[in-house]
């Protein structure tokens, strides 16, 4: 059974980075096809992907938000961590981690998602 | 502004069988299947659809399908559980790749 579950600070203050870990089980990030994105959703809007990692170490961010983000793993403790440096208050939101599910003809497929965590960015 | 384009409500009745759209382009929806997640009270979104297969626990009165650049979420037989927000989502060719979501739909089960 795939679970996931994020962690990080809950306030943060402007210009300071971020970093959210994601632990999870259920499934090995160094198999063939496998990979964990993160996706955030601020008060009130929409969901917004943010970066995605593979088995393979290939990386993916939002063309948008590429420049402020960093995505890696740790295979051996099943953690992806995802760094936003320079964080400003449009970044508070609730931030997911989600299982990307191997399929064919679906490249962009998150099956599984954690329970979100809260981050408020504020001075 | 959101990649794909879905109508920001869409209501109907129990029993009713309303049809949720999801419109991008040759870069996205028109090149690869779409993912359709479910979003009841800004829980975690639970996926509903990816490609034209149920995900594991969704009742089958739900279906999807594809035409062009236009991606469609259907449901026949609406309840009252399935008022929630539904979002599409897709990878997008252009600029390395890179995944895309829609900017949601609020269903209301009147």
């Known amino acids: 059974q795939i679970s996931l579950k994020e962690s990080g600070p809950t306030l943060i203050k402007p210009t300071q980075t971020l970093k959210l870990t994601c632990t999870f089980s259920g499934f090995s990030l160094s198999s063939s096809g496998m990979g964990v994105g993160w996706i955030r959703q601020p008060p009130g809007k929409a969901l917004e992907w943010l970066a995605l990692?593979?088995?393979?170490?290939?990386?993916r961010f939002s063309p948008s938000l590429k420049s402020r983000l960093s995505i890696s793993k740790d295979t051996s403790k099943n953690e992806v961590v995802l760094t936003m440096i320079d964080v400003d208050p449009g970044d508070t939101a609730t931030y997911y981690c989600?299982?990307?599910?191997?399929?064919?003809?679906?490249?962009?497929?998150?099956?599984?998602w954690g329970q979100g965590t809260p981050v408020t960015v504020s001075s | 502004q959101s990649a794909l384009t879905q109508e920001a409500s869409v209501s109907g009745t129990v029993g009713q069988k309303v049809t949720l759209s999801c419109t991008g382009n040759?870069?996205?929806?028109?090149?690869?299947?779409v993912v359709w997640y479910q979003q009841i009270s800004r829980a975690s979104p639970k996926t509903v659809m990816f490609g034209n297969s149920l995900a594991s626990g969704i009742p089958g009165r739900f279906s999807a399908s594809r035409s062009g650049t236009t991606a469609s979420l259907t449901i026949s037989g609406l309840q009252p559980e399935d008022e929630a927000d539904y979002y599409c989502s897709t990878w997008d060719y252009s600029l390395d790749g890179h995944v895309v979501f829609g900017g949601g739909t609020k269903l209301t089960v009147l």
């Open positions: 040759s870069n996205n929806v028109g090149r690869y299947e």
């Open positions: 990692i593979y088995w393979d170490d290939d990386t």
């Open positions: 989600a299982h990307r599910r191997s399929t064919v003809g679906v490249p962009a497929c998150f099956y599984h």
